[in-house]
């Protein structure tokens, strides 16, 4: 049983800072792209920024600059650092992880859909202006 658990969400000021993680578990990390969607109130789900199994990283433009992705894979957790928080970075993030061996991780970033891969139950954050 494949699971993601996500915690370090919380509510900040704008400009401020958190450090999202997501653990997972029984999971093979060949080929395989992390990343990180966030879904506002009233809005489509998103994706904010994915790793592959090589490293390659890609963001989303409006967060580029401020957020850092990144993984530990001897203890399976991907992190998401983020930066100079804005209130339209306010929303539930989530964790998903997916085979994307045919994908290059922008594309899997773009078009990853709940309905496949795995995912984690969400952390929320709030940003306060």
């Known amino acids: 049983q494949v699971q993601l658990v996500e915690s370090g969400g919380g509510s900040v000021q704008a400009g401020g800072s958190l450090r999202l993680s997501c653990v997972w578990s029984a999971y093979s990390l060949r080929r395989t792209c992390l990343g990180w969607f966030r879904q506002a109130p009233g809005k489509q789900r998103e994706g904010v920024a994915g790793?592959?199994?090589?490293?390659?990283?890609s963001y989303r433009d409006s967060v580029k600059g401020r957020f850092t992705i990144s993984k530990d894979s001897a203890k399976t957790t991907l992190y998401l650092q983020m930066n100079n928080l804005k209130p339209e970075d306010t929303g539930m993030y989530y964790c998903a992880a997916e085979n994307c061996a045919l994908r290059v991780v922008s594309s899997w970033l773009a078009t990853a859909d709940p309905s496949s891969g795995y995912w984690g139950q969400g952390t929320q954050v709030t940003v306060s202006s």
């Open positions: 790793i592959d199994s090589d490293g390659s990283v």
